[in-house]
DNA sequence: TTGAAAGCGCTAACAC
DNA sequence: GTGTTAGCGCTTTCAA
């Protein structure tokens, strides 16, 4: 902010009008005569006036920011939301504060404590929290991303994540497969719980008995998939097949099983979540739940613009958005029958 | 912003003393008694005060606010870089708004109106523009990332683009190769023109006449690589090895070659730029030009907060912070000899 | 159609 | 140590 700056001041000066003025034909009000209006524009031309939007923000109480929130920003399924937001708050003249969390708890409530002083109106959130209280304290309009909290009260956007396990899990089965491993992100957020429920339901369904020792839950975090898929292939009685939750930890089962010179498709079967570089380049391509990553994104800051504008009528029931998925199958499950 | 907000007067009264000795508290100001200091800190508790950090910005003209600035975020160079100053901002206090030009020069100039007018302090850039006037009339502190413009007065972080692409070029060479393609981005930006230099120096330096046929430049978007490797590898005497001067270059070369039943190391040979998870993944690995992205970003993010913070005895000359580059030879270039 | 003036929530002299 | 007060740059009544 330089000393050397513009004000409204001079501008009036300059144009030889009041500040009142100048801030109507700014806010492009009415009732400025078409002649004002060009001298007043000719003026901040001449200054190169850029008007302070934080001082209108003290009156007005907008200040058209908002906070994309997400544990991590190098994370394809993130990045593609936080490309979601920025591109609907750019076309409804809002500015996003992107800030990744690490997954910690301590991370996100501090960045909450210095952007809610900047007054950001709203937040797009993929939590650290579980608790449905968690939030609550937070006064500004929240839209949840992926994990959801139930009975918290707040708006969001998830995929069927159940169903998209389940039709996964399902379409193993279908293919003669019963030793079914799983490699799950952590089971305290909804989305890793509900992929998880559905695996279980799907073998349930088909009366097979689960086998815990084919339930890896790791940290979505790193290479966590890459040492579980070591483990479950060294067991004496290895599964057939893989059901790797996430774009990450498909990633690594993929490393890993190409590492113990295993042939997916053929030596183990594996389903993964997410279109991912890899997954796509191998043959054959790897059977993936796809889920829609961007779309997701443009939902919940569209939610959350939305209630910024009409603040005053607001639905008062929280709002859960569920996506669908889509089972693309493409050859890396092997017909066992 | 809520109307509900409580403000410093309401603190003050409820902790019956004035606004400024709740600012005192609020800034960790000397000379106020540790008895006051507590009663004020109970008010703050008791009414869950959150201070208005924007009014306190038009007085002390620091909004701690700065924006990055680049083509895309969905690719892993740039949320590198991203993560990076997100790291340094969240350390020195800093919140960042991240915004995405799509190499729009007019995406760019819009973001720039709105957030100059949000008074953030400074910005990191990768920008779109190349002219060295181009960004004179911002008036706020600037660091360019990767793409550099010379006699612009700005500071910068890049690598030694020329000095990469002669090593790759020249490993190629002593390999046996002499027709050696490039796919490079557009030459317009200093990074891309660079490692065409030092690809051209190399080839001239070894005596190897170049082949313009063999000189490919598409946009650095999207599948532009996929085409011109097709486009390579079908003339009547293709090349021997090709370089790949980005990670999405890279990328879609090795999809390129795939597709065309053609083996990376045997039938083709391939250099790429940056490390990605398909360029390691295959074998043999592909030999890459390895840069330290996440430390341009911490690089360039210190910077423009330190000179945020040192306003007063800048010093005048602009810096460009060149970090060097290694080539990892990994075994994607075959022997000739 | 325009201007004067109050005030958004806070900091920073300056006084006591 | 603490309080009073002017004012940051802007919007918004209210008058003219």
Redesign the interface.
Known sequence: ?????KTIKDVAKHANVSVATVSRVLNNLDRVSDKTRKKVKKAIEEL?F??????A??IT???K?IATIVPN??N?FY??V??AT?DVA?AE?Y??????TNDSVE?EEA?F???????V?GIVLVGTQTNPDAYK?I??QIVLVDRYIENSGLDGVVIDNFRGAYEATTHMIEKGHTDIAILSGPTIYSNWKERYWGYQQALKDHGIKANPAYMKEGNWQEDSGYEMTLNLMRMDQPPTAIFATSYILC?YA??AI?DMNLVIGEDISLVGFDE???AQ?I?PKVTVVRRPTYEMGTHAATMLINKLKHKNKLDPHPKKLTLSVELLKNGSVKDLK
Not at 1 to 5: F, Y
């Open positions: 902010m330089s000393h050397l700056n190169q850029v008007p302070n939007s934080l001082a923000s003290m109480k907008q200040t920011m920003i190098q394809s990045t593609s936080i490309q920025a750019k003249g500015f996003t504060f992107v800030f990744p991370e960045f404590q210095g952007v809610l002083s900047k007054n109106e304290t006064d500004k990633t993929i490393n190409r991912n570089d890899l380049f043959r």
